[in-house]
């Protein structure tokens, strides 16, 4: 049986974009949200990018150094965007206080209780991908939602260009 | 290229003592931690003749994580001069290029995952397996199968490394020897269509309609298949070792401020070149507006019959057959039914979408 890989891939300049909007104030979590379309075979998925909103300060709803999340009207053109152009969504965040980044419990919830049911029931041809970068950019997690079987699934690579 | 390793789960001690001694050498040149990213990465191989059998030999002594390579030629004699691998027995038993393939990387490394398709690249079944690929390597003499690869790289987020070599002959006395390597990826804001390194008549002569052969002949071009051009191994092993030595050098993290590299043979000399990006770029294959980056929805560069092709996959790891491909008799493709690319102004080859 043929071992599967998963990978995101980006761009060079979406990505140091990224970076330098999530790295710019680490005393606090930063948001992002990337776009993606699927290139998909057996042995593989690959997640890619094909840009990003970057949230200005009026655009969270919360943001603490431990906690973090995007108002109503930011996410919602957000979807917008993903229901016109065919388009998936890459939800990232930061751990700026974590070496080795982790998702957590809360990331966990969120995830499985209030998102992944949202768009299940709302946006069903829109899938989502969890990004999270801990103290420094090359420390990076990242993970698909199933939505059909309710479960994470690992993307063990990312690659920019 | 910048590779990060997104595993929860570190991997640690994953290499043999033995394996890590057969990569100790290289490892230190690569800079720290690009080994155990090369190994992550599945690389495609378009072509297993001259340039491809150099490659893959340098290729899968790299231990990348999977290899997958694709032909639809046989060994001849003509070929032994510079296949690696070639012997006389294979010649007269016509063995496909993708068995010497496989016999090469299994003797090499019975462990290294591989899968080798005997068929024609453009066929979309075949272009599927390598959309799986990170990087892919073009080493085939047919202009279509080098643009299709590059477009396909385009469109499933993999850089594209396209290699070849030339041999310009006037009365037996050469005129021109060389070759060039240059690599795209999808933040390269260029392909060879939009940059003119083909123009749409040559891409299409890439089918080898029997005026565009006769034209190329006239004019002393060595370019194409089943032109009985001369070839040489040597030369072969220079632009395969600059490719590789390119892609390791992408691995490693380095910002490359060169699109390619032309390798003058008769007077030893290379040297780099940059291609002029247009802005804004509005190329069906290489802009955001076209097949950039769109994945499943993207369209392939594929022949309009495409399922006239494809004998065999051998691969050293069990693996579904692709349908309709495995140990079936292929219909042979003559020169009328390669004519069949069609042409048209707004996409300038043939596509189907696929998904």
Not at chain 2, 256 to 283: M, Y
């Amino acid at each position: 049986m043929m071992e599967k890989q998963n990978v995101i891939i980006m761009r060079s300049h979406d990505f140091g974009a990224l970076v330098e909007h999530l790295y710019a104030d680490t005393a606090k979590e930063a948001m992002a949200i990337g776009y993606y379309r699927l290139s998909t075979t057996e042995s593989s998925k690959r997640i890619l990018v094909q840009g990003l909103s970057l949230p200005t300060v009026e655009d969270y709803a919360v943001r603490t150094p431990s906690l973090v999340s995007l108002g109503g009207e930011f996410l919602q053109n957000c979807f917008d965007r993903c229901e016109e152009d065919g388009l998936s969504i890459v939800d990232i965040h930061t751990h700026p206080w974590q070496e080795g980044a982790r998702f957590s419990g809360i990331d966990d919830n969120e995830a499985r209780e209030v998102k992944g049911p949202y768009l299940k029931q709302y946006l069903p041809e829109v899938n989502i991908t969890y990004a999270l970068f801990g103290s420094t950019p090359s420390d990076l997690r990242v993970r698909m939602w199933d939505s059909r079987d309710c479960e994470f699934v690992n993307v063990e690579l990312a690659i920019t260009w | 290229m910048k590779i990060i390793d997104t595993n929860i789960v570190e991997e640690q001690g994953s290499r043999n003592e033995q394996e890590q001694i057969a990569l100790s050498r290289h490892s230190e040149v690569l800079g720290e931690g690009a080994q155990e990213r090369l190994s992550q990465l599945t690389i495609g191989v378009v072509g297993a003749g001259g340039i491809g059998s150099e490659l893959i030999e340098k290729l899968m002594r790299l231990a990348p994580k999977r290899l997958i390579v694709i032909d639809d030629d046989i060994i001849e004699y003509t070929n032994l001069n510079r296949v690696v691998g070639s012997t006389y027995q294979d010649a007269a038993e016509s063995a496909s290029k993708v068995e010497l393939v496989s016999r090469l990387i299994s003797s090499f490394n019975p462990a290294q995952d591989f899968t080798a398709i005997k068929g024609d690249f453009l066929v979309s079944e075949h272009q599927e397996e390598f959309k799986a690929c990170d990087v892919i390597f073009s080493a085939t003499d047919n202009v279509v199968c080098r643009f299709a690869t590059c477009a396909l790289g385009l469109a499933n987020g993999s850089a594209v490394i396209d290699v070849a070599t030339g041999v310009v002959m006037d009365d037996q006395t050469i005129k021109a020897i060389g070759g060039q390597v240059y690599y795209i990826t999808p933040a390269s804001g260029w392909c060879p269509l939009c940059a003119g390194l083909y123009n749409q008549s040559e891409v299409s002569a890439g089918l080898l309609n029997p005026e565009e052969l006769e034209r190329q002949r006239a004019q002393g071009y060595v370019r194409g298949e089943n032109i009985a051009a001369p070839q040489v191994g040597a030369l072969n092993s220079i632009l395969a070792g600059y490719a590789a030595w390119l892609f390791m050098r992408m691995v490693s993290g380095e910002e490359l401020e060169f699109d390619g590299i032309a390798v003058d043979a008769l007077t030893f000399s290379a040297h780099t070149w940059r291609e002029n990006r247009e802005t804004p770029n509005q190329c069906h294959y290489c802009s955001d507006d076209g097949n950039l980056m769109k994945g499943d929805s993207a369209e392939m560069v594929l022949r309009t019959d495409s399922n006239i092709d494809s004998d065999s996959i051998l691969a050293n790891v069990e693996e579904e057959p692709v349908e309709g491909d495995v140990h079936e008799e292929s219909e042979e493709i003559d020169s009328d039914e390669s004519k069949a690319l069609n042409l048209d102004n707004n996409n300038p080859l043939h596509t189907s979408p696929v998904g």
